[in-house]
């Protein structure tokens, strides 16, 4: 049964969400949607998906994104992992202790990071993840491109959407802090991860590293996919693989 709520991070910011409980007993998945999206998209698909499994999840906006407090602008990586890390924290103090994660994009980077630094989590599932923001930044913005963020404070960010929208520079700031394919070695949970091998944003190169860094990390390769797989199909095909690899944790740990 779906339950509208809101929680808080670490800062008192409150975060909407939608939890659904199928069975206290099963796994909760926490799922995160990519920037500038919202948990109504993906990830409301994914709770759906995961509910006729017999699996709970809690779908959030991250800060500064749908119904949740905060700019936009200001976000950052270590943002999202709090944020993440406060849904966690949250499930917990509702006796839901058995917890995977799915992230998508921003939300993949985010859940990276969150499953490196909390050992418990049973699985992870992520789709086109920005496995190293720094490395993907520093691969895509040129000397003069990252002098000109710095000077003016802001520049525009892809959304999930096809928009975009400003975002500051103590989000560069903020990736030396938060390196995915240097703590990936920390992440114990069984890992799936999945790309398409014509996305424009992410280097498909990215989850290729990630996938040698993660212990148990399995990479399925979308031929002919883009970051936000425009192809109906393979979105399809990429939410299909994501839950039928809960499904086969949640059968080795129910």
């Given at each position: 049964?779906?339950?509208?709520?809101?929680?808080?991070?670490?800062?008192?910011?409150?975060l909407a969400a939608v939890l659904n409980i199928i069975n206290k007993e099963s796994l909760t998945i926490v799922i995160s949607h990519a920037f500038g999206n919202f948990k109504d998209g993906s990830a409301k698909k994914l709770s759906e998906k995961l509910e006729f499994l017999g699996i709970n999840s809690l779908r959030f906006d991250f800060y500064g994104h749908g119904e949740s407090e905060g700019n936009i602008s200001d976000i950052t990586v270590s943002e999202g992992v709090d944020d993440i890390r406060s849904a966690i924290k949250f499930l917990k103090n509702r006796d839901l202790v058995k917890i995977g994660l799915m992230g998508i994009s921003f939300g993949g980077a985010c859940s990276i990071l969150a499953a490196a630094r909390e050992p418990s989590i049973q699985s992870l599932a992520l789709r086109a993840p920005v496995a190293d923001f720094l490395v993907r930044?520093?691969?895509?913005?040129?000397?003069?491109?990252?002098?000109?963020?710095?000077?003016?404070?802001?520049?525009?960010?892809?959304?999930?959407?096809?928009?975009?929208?400003?975002?500051?520079?103590?989000?560069?700031?903020?990736?030396?802090?938060?390196?995915?394919?240097?703590?990936?070695?920390?992440i114990t949970a069984p890992t799936l991860i999945i790309h398409g091998d014509q996305d424009e944003r992410v280097?498909?190169?990215?989850?290729?590293?990630?996938?040698?860094?993660?212990?148990?990390?399995?990479?399925?390769?979308i031929e002919g996919a883009d970051h936000i797989f425009t192809n109906k199909e393979q979105r399809e095909e990429s939410l299909n693989d994501m839950v039928e690899f809960v499904r086969s944790i949640h059968t080795t740990t129910v």
């Open positions: 049964m779906e339950e509208k709520l809101f929680f808080t991070n670490s800062k008192g910011n409150k930044e520093l691969m895509f913005r040129s000397k003069e491109e990252l002098n000109k963020w710095k000077e003016t404070g802001f520049r525009e960010f892809p959304k999930g959407d096809g928009t975009s929208a400003n975002l500051s520079y103590n989000f560069f700031l903020d990736l030396p802090n938060n390196r995915g394919l240097v703590e990936a070695f920390n280097p498909f190169i990215l989850s290729e590293m990630l996938q040698k860094a993660i212990p148990n990390a399995t990479l399925n390769v």
